[in-house]
């Protein structure tokens, strides 16, 4: 550090001789910043005491952006970090004496930004006036003869390849590849080390964003799943046990499922403002579908688990009784929700999910109207048929008591609830070899249905 | 002694303990640990929507974001570190380290974290990878960490990351055990002082009452028996390893005539994939019969009445049903894999070479041995690589016996065109694992008595002709355990430490209420993990539990690259 110790610099306002470089502009901000600040408040004097008190206790050593060295550190981290014995694996936490250390860097590097902010406040006035020799008022500049090489880069300055410039805000001379300018209203050249503490000073006063409307629909998905995770033990015990308040918890349910899936088709419709904030958008809603297909699925189970309990009321108005009036999936336009990843990711990725926990329930209703009315006499042809080919056929179905004829008809009903999914989505991407015997599979079902819905 | 449990409790408390939206950043090393042991939907269950590597710098600025930042301590990990602080694009850090961290790399963070988005660092020891439950590695790879300096040494940067690897799942298991290791090798020897300095060194983390002490880790050399990876392997983990390549959980299928776009990369998990599960240690056999009793559970599901006879009518099923290939994803893979690999088996004839190899590992039949290796050589249908792994097996079984004709075979691969280089393999693992490099008697036919033995076993009759080979570390183990030799293999397995208490480790009647991990310098096998899943059963009522792990996961082309560099003739 040979080259602070230029006996030659001396106070341009009132002439006092000072060490070095730094130890002058030291002065300079305190003695002599009166007359460009507005008003001296009561915080500044604070931060002026401070100032020269961290300087002070810091003698010796260069403070961060005016010398190379590094900031002093008063803590230590222990010889060993604290070992946290919960739990299978063993787990070292290192934050304590991470905090210790980062606490004197930050209020080192507090103490810089404070003065470098006031520094910049009054080079600003000073430009404004048009006079070099105010700016050099306020920061002092290092002689030309000072140095031979740029401090940062190390290269040696030339006449024409490396020019020396003075750093506005340290006074240090500098190459011009190693400075950038600062714009205040006024353009100040600056080093890099005092541009990094800009930057710092900059992030730190651009406050955190609020979350905005994307935290506000996510606080929503949380609250929904929350509620739901409350409501679904209590709403699996009074399955089969208390019918009404099932039904009064299963609308509560349903709501909160609901919230979740309309909150999260919200972000969905969000603008991104860059890929990976659309990536996140997609993730949330993966993640929610797959909580509603996850939790729902008790939901859908109602009437089938049921269905099988001795003493219930007759079926067919009892389906009538539980069930909400949700709206139906009237367009088979999205694929139903099956637990296959190839359906999971096309929903996601379609952003429409087309009303997911509406399509899971009405799984539940199975609403007949949704079934586009076959040709009755191909159907009974087709049903005629399949008696032909199994004589013994309505005798077991009649047998068969009530309640499981039920339940399989639920499962033909779901089955081909998902079989017209496909056809849709076959119908889109021109899969015809798919569409044949999705076609096919889809004509067994109608005939089974039938077989079963006649003979109830 | 749960592998893939351990890492998987650190994978938890870091997404856990941290609510709210959050972003995932790995590095190089981490990501394919954290993939073995998670799936994206279960990252996606614990508001972990974004997954990205610290290495990325054009990640994009979220600062509505948590940052859960589990990297290895390495150089370029931590310098990534400290840009990302330097001009943090997440809002809060959460920073988990996968090893322990040097102290004056926590001041330099410190220091660099002017923005005060630092909320936790920590270390969480998972710097392994663990496949299965039994089984971890280190997973050295030779073009970043060769394992060998020049001939029986190690390369001092694949000795410091095992050393690292051990030690961090030995904090993960909370095990600061015994450590023995084979006599004749310097390397494990070598690895057991390093490992044990840095216990001792690390009394902060080894030395607490909550690490248990009572454990033994038994430190091997893969030259001691070099047979067992160069068997074809039959069970389906196995055989997906040797045929097909696994890199991490991933299988690549893309190269398989007519695949569908759908299965061109699948993934395995033990968790999410309980065919898999049920599966994994069956031969190819059994597995055929297990997997068409899961076609036909799916077929009676959905009312079909198709035949099914053969892999072929599996695999014709599954493509007639589009709905029920979206509805079964699994089995359609399982279907697709199970396929590939029989049409591998069949196409390079590997059942006729596998009679021959696992009679030259488990028979002494030097004539017929023989007559059988020259007509496969000569066989146009065999891989040149089966004919060298034959040959190098039969180099190993007959090394010292009387006629030998190694030098005959060499030249007869020649003249049936197999490369130059592929011939000298044979005299590469002879130096890496010769007769006179081996501590136990592996073939059972260096004196009267084990040829005795070794010919009694011949006569008990087998099962399984594919089949008959148990690897000589599954053996070691048996009889330790059960007593069966009484003490004396502990001249072979010392102490470390040769006034360790006890000296000796249980008593004539074997071992009982004892961790054991053991540990394969230069390599463990998918056969070794399926013996020791086995051994573990079967060791339950005596409260014995295992867990092996290897520098690496041979298969017989990796064990013989490893080799080539260094024991080259």
Same mark, same amino acid.
């Given at each position: 550090?040979g080259?602070?110790?230029?006996?030659?610099?001396?106070?341009p306002?009132?002439? /006092?001789?000072?060490?070095?470089?730094?130890?002058?502009?030291?002065?300079?901000?305190?003695?002599?910043?009166?007359?460009?600040?507005?008003?001296?408040?009561?915080?500044?004097?604070?931060?002026?005491?401070?100032?020269?008190?961290?300087?002070?206790?810091?003698?010796?050593?260069a403070?961060?952006?005016?010398?190379?060295?590094?900031?002093?550190?008063?803590?230590?981290?222990?010889?060993?970090?604290?070992?946290?014995?919960?739990?299978?694996?063993?787990?070292?936490?290192?934050?304590?004496?991470?905090?210790?250390?980062?606490?004197?860097?930050?209020?080192?590097?507090?103490?810089e930004?404070?003065?470098?902010?006031?520094?910049?406040?009054?080079?600003?006035?000073?430009?404004g006036?048009?006079?070099?020799?105010? +700016?050099?008022?306020?920061?002092?500049?290092?002689?030309?003869?000072?140095r031979?090489?740029?401090?940062?880069?190390a290269?040696?300055?030339?006449?024409?390849?490396?020019?020396r410039?003075?750093?506005?805000?340290?006074?240090?001379?500098?190459?011009?590849?190693?400075?950038?300018?600062?714009d205040?209203?006024?353009?100040?050249?600056?080093?890099?080390?005092?541009?990094?503490t800009?930057?710092?000073?900059?992030?730190?006063?651009?406050?955190?964003?609020?979350?905005?409307v994307?935290?506000a629909?996510?606080?929503?998905?949380?609250?929904?799943?929350?509620?739901?995770?409350?409501?679904?033990?209590?709403?699996n015990?009074?399955?089969?046990?208390?019918?009404?308040?099932?039904?009064? #918890?299963?609308?509560?349910?349903?709501?909160?499922?609901?919230?979740?899936?309309?909150?999260?088709?919200?972000?969905?419709?969000?603008?991104?403002?860059?890929?990976?904030?659309?990536?996140?958008?997609?993730?949330?809603?993966?993640?929610?579908? #797959?909580?509603? $297909?996850?939790?729902?699925?008790?939901?859908? =189970?109602?009437?089938s688990?049921?269905?099988?309990?001795?003493?219930t009321p007759?079926?067919a108005?009892?389906?009538?009784?539980?069930?909400?009036?949700?709206?139906?999936? /009237?367009?088979?336009?999205?694929?139903?929700p099956?637990?296959?990843?190839?359906?999971?990711?096309?929903?996601?990725?379609?952003?429409?999910g087309?009303?997911?926990?509406?399509?899971l329930?009405?799984?539940?209703?199975?609403?007949?109207?949704?079934r586009?009315?076959?040709?009755?006499?191909?159907?009974?042809?087709?049903?005629?048929?399949?008696?032909?080919?199994?004589?013994?056929?309505?005798?077991?179905?009649?047998?068969?008591?009530?309640?499981?004829?039920?339940?399989?008809?639920?499962?033909?009903?779901?089955?081909?609830?998902?079989?017209?999914?496909?056809?849709?989505?076959?119908?889109?991407?021109?899969?015809?070899?798919?569409?044949?015997?999705?076609?096919?599979?889809?004509n067994?079902?109608?005939?089974?249905?039938?077989?079963?819905?006649?003979?109830l | 002694?749960?592998?893939?449990?351990? /890492?998987?409790?650190?994978?938890?408390?870091?997404?856990?303990?941290?609510?709210?939206?959050?972003?995932?950043?790995?590095?190089?090393?981490?990501?394919?640990?954290i993939?073995?042991?998670?799936?994206?939907?279960?990252?996606?269950?614990?508001?972990?929507?974004?997954?990205?590597?610290?290495?990325?710098?054009?990640?994009?600025? =979220?600062?509505?974001?948590?940052?859960?930042?589990?990297?290895?301590?390495?150089?370029?990990?931590?310098?990534?570190?400290?840009?990302?602080?330097?001009?943090?694009?997440?809002?809060?850090?959460?920073?988990?380290?996968?090893?322990?961290?040097?102290?004056?790399?926590?001041? %330099?963070?410190?220091?660099?974290?002017?923005?005060?988005?630092?909320? +936790?660092?920590?270390?969480?020891?998972?710097?392994?990878?663990?496949?299965?439950?039994?089984?971890?590695?280190?997973?050295?790879?030779?073009?970043?960490?060769?394992?060998?300096? @020049?001939?029986?040494?190690?390369?001092?940067?694949?000795?410091?990351?095992t050393?690292?690897?051990?030690?961090?799942?030995?904090?993960?298991?909370?095990?600061?055990?015994?450590?023995?290791? @084979?006599?004749?090798?310097?390397?494990?020897?070598?690895?057991?002082? @390093?490992?044990?300095?840095?216990?001792?060194?690390e009394?902060?983390?080894?030395?607490?009452?909550?690490?248990?002490?009572?454990? $033994?880790?038994?430190?091997?050399?893969?030259?001691?028996d070099?047979?067992?990876?160069?068997?074809? !392997?039959?069970?389906?983990?196995?055989?997906?390893?040797?045929?097909?390549?696994?890199?991490?959980?991933?299988?690549?299928?893309?190269?398989?005539?007519?695949?569908?776009?759908? %299965?061109? @990369?699948?993934?395995?998990?033990q968790?999410?994939?309980?065919?898999?599960?049920?599966?994994?240690?069956?031969?190819?056999?059994?597995?055929?019969?297990?997997?068409?009793?899961?076609?036909?559970?799916?077929?009676?599901?959905?009312?079909?009445?198709?035949?099914?006879?053969?892999?072929?009518?599996?695999?014709?099923?599954?493509?007639?049903?589009?709905?029920?290939?979206k509805?079964?994803?699994?089995?359609?893979?399982?279907?697709?894999?199970?396929?590939?690999?029989?049409?591998?088996?069949? *196409?390079?004839?590997?059942?006729?070479?596998?009679?021959?190899e696992q009679?030259?590992?488990?028979n002494?039949?030097?004539?017929?041995?023989?007559?059988?290796?020259?007509?496969?050589?000569?066989?146009?249908?065999?891989?040149?690589?089966?004919?060298?792994?034959?040959?190098?097996?039969?180099?190993?079984?007959?090394?010292?016996?009387?006629?030998?004709?190694?030098?005959?075979?060499k !030249?007869?691969?020649?003249?049936?065109?197999?490369?130059?280089?592929?011939?000298?393999?044979?005299?590469?693992?002879?130096?890496?694992?010769?007769?006179? *490099?081996?501590?136990?008697?592996?073939?059972?036919? +260096?004196?009267?008595?084990?040829?005795?033995?070794?010919?009694?076993?011949?006569l008990q009759?087998? +099962?399984?002709?594919?089949?008959?080979?148990?690897?000589?570390?599954?053996?070691?183990?048996?009889?330790?355990?059960?007593?069966?030799?009484?003490?004396?293999?502990?001249?072979?397995?010392?102490?470390?430490?040769?006034?360790?208490?006890?000296?000796?480790?249980?008593?004539?009647?074997?071992?009982?209420?004892?961790?054991?991990?053991?540990?394969?310098?230069?390599?463990?096998?998918?056969e070794?993990? =399926?013996?020791?899943?086995?051994?573990?059963?079967?060791?339950?009522?005596?409260?014995?539990?295992?867990?092996?792990?290897?520098?690496?996961?041979?298969?017989?082309?990796?064990?013989?690259?490893e080799?080539?560099?260094?024991?080259?003739?």
């Amino acid at each position: 550090m040979g080259t602070f110790e230029t006996p030659a610099l001396s106070c341009p306002i009132c002439g /006092v001789q000072a060490g070095t470089l730094l130890l002058l502009n030291m002065h300079l901000d305190e003695m002599h910043s009166d007359g460009t600040r507005r008003v001296a408040q009561q915080d500044d004097l604070d931060d002026v005491a401070d100032a020269i008190l961290g300087f002070f206790r810091g003698a010796g050593k260069a403070v961060r952006g005016l010398g190379t060295e590094q900031v002093p550190v008063n803590g230590r981290v222990g010889a060993s970090g604290r070992v946290v014995e919960d739990g299978p694996g063993v787990v070292r936490s290192l934050t304590a004496g991470f905090m210790s250390v980062r606490r004197a860097a930050v209020s080192a590097a507090r103490l810089e930004d404070n003065r470098v902010e006031r520094r910049i406040e009054r080079l600003a006035l000073a430009h404004g006036s048009g006079d070099a020799e105010a +700016e050099q008022r306020v920061v002092a500049w290092e002689p030309d003869g000072a140095r031979d090489a740029c401090p940062l880069c190390a290269r040696r300055f030339g006449r024409l390849a490396v020019r020396r410039h003075h750093c506005r805000i340290c006074g240090r001379l500098v190459c011009g590849s190693c400075t950038t300018e600062l714009d205040v209203g006024a353009r100040l050249r600056m080093c890099g080390d005092c541009g990094r503490t800009v930057a710092r000073i900059r992030s730190r006063q651009a406050a955190r964003p609020p979350g905005g409307v994307l935290a506000a629909h996510y606080e929503a998905i949380r609250a929904g799943m929350a509620d739901a995770d409350r409501l679904l033990p209590a709403f699996n015990r009074l399955l089969g046990r208390d019918f009404g308040r099932a039904a009064a #918890m299963r609308g509560k349910l349903t709501r909160a499922f609901g919230d979740a899936d309309r909150a999260s088709k919200l972000i969905v419709a969000l603008p991104a403002d860059s890929p990976t904030d659309a990536r996140l958008h997609t993730a949330i809603r993966r993640a929610v579908v #797959m909580y509603l $297909q996850t939790h729902m699925f008790t939901l859908s =189970m109602v009437p089938s688990k049921t269905g099988s309990l001795p003493a219930t009321p007759k079926p067919a108005s009892r389906s009538a009784s539980i069930d909400q009036p949700v709206p139906r999936i /009237v367009s088979n336009d999205s694929p139903p929700p099956v637990s296959s990843s190839a359906t999971l990711s096309s929903v996601a990725a379609n952003g429409t999910g087309g009303g997911l926990a509406a399509s899971l329930l009405s799984f539940v209703t199975a609403p007949r109207s949704t079934r586009p009315v076959e040709p009755v006499s191909v159907l009974d042809d087709l049903v005629e048929r399949a008696l032909d080919a199994d004589p013994q056929r309505l005798a077991r179905l009649a047998e068969t008591p009530l309640e499981e004829k039920l339940a399989s008809l639920q499962v033909l009903r779901d089955q081909r609830q998902r079989v017209l999914g496909y056809i849709s989505k076959a119908q889109r991407e021109r899969r015809l070899e798919d569409l044949i015997s999705l076609q096919a599979s889809l004509n067994d079902l109608d005939v089974e249905l039938s077989i079963v819905e006649r003979n109830l | 002694m749960d592998a893939v449990k351990a /890492v998987q409790y650190y994978t938890n408390r870091m997404v856990t303990d941290v609510s709210g939206m959050k972003v995932l950043l790995l590095d190089r090393e981490t990501t394919p640990i954290i993939s073995l042991v998670s799936t994206q939907s279960y990252l996606l269950a614990k508001e972990t929507y974004l997954v990205d590597r610290i290495e990325n710098s054009s990640r994009d600025t =979220m600062r509505h974001l948590k940052c859960i930042c589990f990297v290895r301590p390495t150089d370029a990990s931590l310098q990534a570190l400290l840009d990302e602080l330097r001009s943090p694009k997440y809002g809060d850090y959460y920073i988990y380290f996968s090893n322990i961290l040097k102290k004056s790399m926590i001041e %330099v963070l410190a220091e660099n974290d002017e923005s005060e988005v630092v909320r +936790e660092i920590q270390e969480f020891y998972a710097d392994f990878y663990a496949p299965t439950p039994c089984l971890f590695h280190i997973g050295l790879v030779p073009s970043v960490h060769p394992l060998f300096a @020049e001939g029986h040494s190690w390369n001092p940067g694949a000795l410091g990351r095992t050393v690292q690897g051990l030690s961090a799942l030995l904090l993960s298991l909370k095990k600061r055990p015994n450590i023995r290791y @084979e006599r004749n090798s310097a390397m494990a020897q070598k690895l057991g002082q @390093e490992l044990e300095y840095l216990m001792s060194h690390e009394a902060g983390l080894f030395g607490t009452k909550a690490i248990d002490n009572h454990a $033994q880790l038994f430190i091997v050399d893969r030259k001691n028996d070099p047979v067992t990876p160069l068997l074809t !392997q039959w069970t389906y983990h196995a055989l997906l390893y040797e045929l097909i390549g696994i890199n991490n959980g991933r299988i690549d299928l893309s190269h398989v005539p007519g695949i569908r776009p759908e %299965v061109k @990369e699948v993934m395995l998990s033990q968790d999410q994939d309980t065919f898999f599960k049920q599966s994994q240690h069956l031969n190819f056999g059994d597995l055929g019969a297990s997997i068409k009793k899961f076609v036909e559970m799916y077929q009676t599901n959905t009312k079909s009445h198709h035949q099914i006879e053969s892999i072929a009518d599996m695999k014709r099923f599954v493509e007639a049903y589009p709905e029920f290939r979206k509805l079964s994803g699994n089995v359609t893979k399982h279907v697709t894999l199970v396929g590939e690999l029989s049409r591998l088996v069949a *196409e390079r004839h590997l059942l006729a070479v596998s009679e021959l190899e696992q009679s030259l590992a488990c028979n002494e039949q030097h004539n017929s041995d023989l007559k059988a290796l020259r007509a496969l050589i000569s066989n146009a249908k065999i891989t040149a690589e089966n004919k060298v792994r034959c040959a190098i097996l039969y180099a190993l079984r007959y090394e010292r016996a009387q006629g030998n004709a190694t030098a005959e075979l060499k !030249q007869l691969l020649t003249s049936n065109g197999v490369d130059a280089d592929q011939v000298a393999s044979i005299d590469v693992v002879l130096r890496y694992a010769g007769v006179s *490099e081996r501590q136990s008697d592996l073939f059972q036919n +260096e004196n009267l008595f084990s040829r005795g033995r070794s010919i009694f076993k011949g006569l008990q009759g087998v +099962e399984n002709v594919y089949t008959q080979h148990t690897p000589a570390l599954a053996e070691m183990v048996e009889q330790i355990v059960r007593g069966k030799q009484g003490l004396h293999w502990q001249e072979r397995l010392p102490n470390l430490d040769p006034k360790a208490r006890p000296p000796l480790l249980g008593n004539e009647n074997g071992i009982h209420n004892q961790d054991i991990i053991v540990f394969v310098v230069g390599g463990v096998t998918m056969e070794e993990e =399926m013996a020791v899943a086995k051994l573990n059963e079967k060791f339950a009522s005596q409260n014995v539990r295992l867990l092996i792990g290897g520098t690496s996961i041979h298969t017989s082309s990796s064990f013989l690259a490893e080799l080539s560099t260094t024991f080259f003739p």
